[in-house]
């Protein structure tokens, strides 16, 4: 599996074979929809890091450099941090709920289920609305309005790589595309919010004003209010801090 039209940039990545590391891979044939997943490195082969994720048959993964993070402990992690996880062969966002024996407890909902773990602080990513490899961001789509002056939708996604004013990201949808590093921008996802908050919320493929009714789930969900009725609860990576 190679990413033979990939353009740039071209990153040669140092990692030995065994060492884990952050990845954005194919869902299923090819490189249009992606998924986050931690992983062993298998090799090194030239601008590609190789992954062979168990299960996958003999599928040998060529990720370019670029669209990989050598995976780091977590420093700094306290009770009620926003972090994104390993979980399920693929990543899930989750708060933190103890430290304990020098493993992370962290708690966090798949597939409308409640779900706890214990993870090694190698496995965490502390969000904390910086342009780190997989942060929560939004990125400005400028639209021309006839006879008027042109707005800017903001739409959700996750950071890759900036290089040459451009960033990489992976679109709510899981499309990785480049943009202008102008028009990206970090979520503060990892603030938790109370009851009266304004704040954006990520609607489909669209950043929306909205209104915190309720904290849900100690922090992992919100009841929300968007325009001027509708009512939903939303995970808290899709909820945001507006973007000044």
């Known amino acids: 599996m190679r990413w033979t039209d990939y353009g740039g940039p071209f990153v040669k990545m140092e990692l030995k074979a065994g060492t884990r590391a952050w990845a954005a891979l194919p869902v299923s044939a090819g490189w249009e929809t992606l998924k986050w997943t931690l992983l062993p490195v298998d090799r090194v082969d030239g601008q590609d890091v190789v992954f062979k994720p168990s299960g996958d048959g003999k599928r040998e993964f060529f990720v370019p450099g670029a669209f990989v993070s050598p995976a780091k ?123 009266g908050d304004e704040v954006w919320f990520a609607k489909a493929d669209k950043l929306e004003p909205a209104t915190v009714l309720e904290v849900e789930d100690d922090g992992l969900r919100y009841k929300i209010k968007v325009g001027a009725a509708e009512e939903t609860s939303a995970p808290f990576e899709t909820v945001s801090t507006p973007i000044k």
Do not use: C, M
């Open 73 to 195: 402990p977590a420093d700094g992690l306290v009770k009620g941090d926003a972090v994104a996880v390993a979980a399920n062969a693929s990543r899930a966002f989750a708060r933190v709920i103890a430290l304990e024996g020098g493993k992370v407890k962290v708690r966090f909902r798949f597939a409308g289920d409640l779900q706890e773990l214990d993870v090694d602080p190698i496995e965490v990513i502390k969000l904390d609305g910086s342009l780190k490899f997989g942060a929560v961001v939004a990125y400005g789509e400028v639209r021309e309005n006839p006879g008027k002056a042109s707005t800017t939708d903001w739409r959700p996604a996750h950071f890759v790589q900036t290089a040459d004013d451009q960033t990489w990201i992976v679109s709510a949808t899981g499309r990785p595309q480049r943009v202008a590093a102008s028009a990206v921008k970090p979520l503060s996802v990892h603030i938790t919010h109370k009851a």
